[in-house]
T-cell receptor
Framework: DQQVKQNSPSLSVQEGRISILNCDYT??????FLWYKKYPAEGPTFLIS?????DKNEDGRFTVFLNKSAKHLSLHIVPSQPGDSAVYFC????????????FGGGTRLMVKP | KAGVTQTPRYLIKTRGQQVTLSCSPI?????VSWYQQTPGQGLQFLFE???????NKGNFPGRFSGRQFSNSRSEMNVSTLELGDSALYLC???????????FGSGTQLSVL
């Protein structure tokens, strides 16, 4: 039972263009969502997050959008840079669940110079 | 500030053996979580410890166990290893009830 899904295992974009990574969830109890970036042989690093009371959060080149009615979130990276090439995981948490995160399967982003 | 430190970095074991992995959290972080990453499975939550108590547990068999010490350092143990236990085991630390986790580089376990 995958409660958080990233349906695109990979995405390739040209440098300077927009990258859009998508994530769907099924558990309506999730109230906080995060994106992590992972390079090979390293642990995931936190990128950006959003609370369920918001529908958008922006941090520099990264913007996360949340559509609660559709149980869908997306990460926009603009402009994309070759250093953004990594695996991106979306994750979700529930209130009163401590620090337990439920992760999606990841999307490998390749930004071509 | 030093990050989350996991040791060892790589481990090779054979079926039936047991293994212990270690994690030192960021100074001041009292919550430690463990995750398993296998190809195609993403990251699966194993358990979370706070103040030496297991606060949450994922859907893994009893062969997977953990503990946390008074200095917040944590260990996880896997007994009677199976081939399917081959994975990257990630430890993460955080402040209590802060969803933002800081991950270590992981321990790559190979079971032959």
């Amino acid at each position: 039972d995958q409660q958080v899904k990233q349906n695109s295992p990979s995405l390739s974009v040209q440098e300077g263009r927009i990258s859009i990574l998508n994530c769907d969830y099924t558990n309506s109890m999730f109230d906080y969502f995060l994106w992590y970036k992972k390079y090979p042989a390293e642990g995931p690093t936190f990128l950006i997050s959003i609370s369920s009371i918001k529908d958008k959060n922006e941090d520099g080149r990264f913007t996360v959008f949340l559509n609660k009615s559709a149980k869908h979130l997306s990460l926009h990276i603009v402009p994309s840079q070759p250093g953004d090439s990594a695996v991106y995981f979306c994750a979700a948490s529930r209130n009163n669940a401590g620090n337990m995160l439920t992760f999606g399967g990841g999307t490998r982003l390749m930004v071509k110079p | 500030k030093a990050g989350v430190t996991q040791t060892p970095r790589y481990l090779i074991k054979t079926r039936g053996q047991q293994v212990t992995l270690s994690c030192s959290p960021i100074s001041g972080h009292r919550s430690v979580s463990w995750y398993q990453q296998t190809p195609g499975q993403g990251l699966q939550f194993l358990f979370e410890y706070f103040s030496e108590t297991q606060r949450n547990k994922g859907n893994f068999p009893g062969r997977f166990s953990g503990r946390q010490f008074s200095n917040s350092r944590s260990e996880m143990n896997v007994s009677t290893l199976e081939l399917g236990d081959s994975a990257l085991y990630l430890c993460a630390s955080s402040l209590p009830d802060a969803e933002k986790l800081f991950f270590g580089s992981g321990t790559q376990l190979s079971v032959l």
